[in-house]
């Protein structure tokens, strides 16, 4: 199983990026796919989720500003992130789980300056 991320960088507060994580080894429509973030000095936190079915949920902290999405022919998620705040900052990963195993992305670093 393989998850690779791409998409972070470094933005202004008010900016946007949109993530992919790109998976393969697996039946990706199957499987529920998560993006997750690890702040500096932090614990990693769950962002948003996405089932196999396309239900979502989100953190409360990025609720109306990040935007979860699946496109199953690619085998790839998504995180459309709006109105970056400088507390958004972190390395993102995108985290799936299949045979009783969780397997994470490589991260990919978002910057949000003030």
């Known amino acids: 199983v393989q998850l690779q991320a791409s998409g972070g960088g470094l933005v202004q507060a008010g900016g946007s990026l949109r993530l992919s994580c790109a998976a393969s080894g697996i039946i990706f429509s199957n499987k529920d796919m998560g993006w997750y973030r690890q702040a500096p000095g932090k614990q990693r936190e769950l962002v948003a989720r996405i089932t196999s079915g396309g239900t979502t949920n989100y953190a409360d902290s990025v609720k109306g500003r990040f935007t979860i999405s699946r496109d199953n022919a690619k085998n790839t998620v998504y995180l459309q992130m709006n109105s970056l705040k400088p507390e958004d900052t972190g390395v993102y990963y995108c985290?799936?789980?299949?045979?009783?195993?969780?397997?994470w992305g490589q991260g990919t670093l978002v910057t949000v300056s003030s």
């Open positions: 985290k799936t789980q299949t045979r009783g195993a969780l397997y």
